[in-house]
């Protein structure tokens, strides 16, 4: 029976009925916990991310049978992007066999950093959460995949030296950061206020309370100091309303960059013609010209299935849904692949994290080449190497605008570092000495 398979149950819970972890173990069914925020003011960006997600893991399901035969499990618990409710939802959940956690919230992944330890369950948290928890040592059930919120700052300031013709041109040129007033806002200030020291340009700050349907001043005060360019890192409704701010005090969207989760359809179409030439980072490909795109269609919505419209298969947030989902249950398979073709714990699939090696021709073996990037895990690094990119908004799609940037992963490493060590000094934590869990393994 189709519910049996749990190609709908994301669907069932949100209309109020879950499925029972303890039947799907009892039936060789890998449990995957979904943390999602269907309802309040960041509904436009969670849902098309939570859709993409859920329908991945259907579609495995009904072509592969599962995770190499393990069939997957799942349930939505609606935390509305509050970091109370979502530290609910995961205690709910944990009891149900949960391998992992991704909450798609930095918030809440700062509430579930100690908890995760404590009950062995990993914090996924692909482009968010706290960049220094790519230091495995300190960190060892985080893992901050592919690229970290310090990687799109550092890539954004590379990026605007090569549109004014150099790093040397950096210097005078003011830049502004508009940003949610969250830990999830705060994170890249740090790194731009290091790089706007060492490439001598002006920067400035500007806190949006949230949701952020109140910036008005905020734009006034960028109309007056007029800065080269402006930064964001918004979430929600603020994304849409800080563009609409541009556009009335005139500031020109192309020089207008927002961090990956502020640059999605429902940042842009709100604000019309507007938003036109707005850019963004990314760490993926766009659209829907991608075969595992085509097997969701196939296999999911040719079927009746589908957890959304068919229309939104393919923007920017369901693909990073479909992205995340994969990056999951691959380290899921490398958990099963070493530890057993069963349901695995979340210790196993810990394991499976440091150990992830998603090749190129593993990505084209998974359908995802052009879409996702490869990615190699260690003790060590729990993020890879950071790539990042440009898109651009031309009223109705968007569009790649940049070469592949890497960012100055050397510099960045030893950052993470320095904040994990504090971090652990702070918290008592005794770092991992991963060169001897590597020589152990041998």
Not at 170 to 188: F, N, Q, T
Not at 251 to 279: C, L, Q
Not at 347 to 373: C, D, K, S, Y
Request: aromatic share 12%; glycine share 10%; net charge negative.
């Amino acid at each position: 029976m189709r519910m049996k398979s749990i190609a709908v149950l994301a669907v069932a819970a949100a209309a109020g009925w879950g499925f029972a972890a303890g039947e799907a173990l009892a039936q060789n069914e890998q449990f995957v916990p979904r943390l999602v925020y269907r309802t309040g003011p960041y509904a436009p960006n969670g849902i098309p991310f939570a859709n993409g997600y859920a329908d991945y893991l259907d579609m495995v399901n009904a072509r592969d049978g599962g995770i190499d035969g393990v069939k997957i499990a799942y349930e939505e618990c609606e935390d509305g992007y509050n970091n109370d409710k979502g530290v609910e939802c995961y205690e709910r959940l944990k009891t149900k066999g949960a391998a992992y956690v991704d909450p798609l919230s930095t918030g809440i992944t700062y509430a579930l950093l100690e908890r995760a330890v404590a009950d062995k369950i990993p914090l996924t948290t692909i482009g968010y959460g706290r960049a220094d928890a790519s230091y495995g040592p300190v960190f060892p059930y985080a893992f901050p995949f592919p690229a970290t919120y310090w990687d799109s700052a550092d890539a954004m300031v590379t990026y605007v030296a090569q549109q004014e013709g150099g790093m040397a041109k950096l210097k005078g040129k003011r830049i502004a950061l508009v940003y949610h007033d969250s830990a999830y806002g705060k994170e890249p200030i740090a790194t731009l206020e290091r790089l706007a020291k060492e490439d001598g340009f002006e920067f400035d700050k500007y806190a949006v309370s949230p949701p952020g349907i109140d910036q008005k001043s905020v734009w006034l005060q960028i109309r007056q100091k007029r800065p080269h360019w402006v930064f964001m890192w918004g979430w929600g409704v603020m994304n849409s309303t800080a563009i609409k701010e541009a556009a009335a005090v005139g500031y020109p969207m192309d020089h207008f960059i927002g961090v990956w989760y502020s640059g999605a359809e429902p940042d842009v179409i709100p604000a019309g013609p507007a938003a036109k030439g707005y850019k963004a980072t990314t760490f993926h490909g766009v659209g829907a010209d991608y075969p595992v795109i085509r097997d969701i269609l196939k296999y999911v919505y040719a079927k009746g299935g589908g957890h959304g419209s068919k229309d939104e298969v393919g923007q920017v947030l369901y693909d990073r849904g479909v992205i995340n989902a994969m990056y999951d249950l691959e380290a899921v398979r490398t958990a099963q692949e070493h530890f057993g073709r069963k349901p695995v714990t979340g210790e196993q699939v810990q394991w499976g994290f440091e150990h992830l090696n998603v090749t190129p021709v593993r990505l084209t073996q998974l359908g995802f080449e052009g879409l996702a990037i490869p990615l190699k895990l260690s003790c060590e690094d729990h993020k890879g190497n950071g790539n990042v990119r440009i898109i651009q908004w031309d009223g109705e799609h968007w569009n790649v605008a940049s070469d592949w940037i890497q960012p100055h992963n050397d510099v960045l490493r030893e950052q993470y570092k320095e904040s994990a060590l504090k971090y652990a000094q702070e918290k008592g934590i005794k770092p991992r000495d991963c060169a001897a869990q590597s020589a152990e393994a041998k």
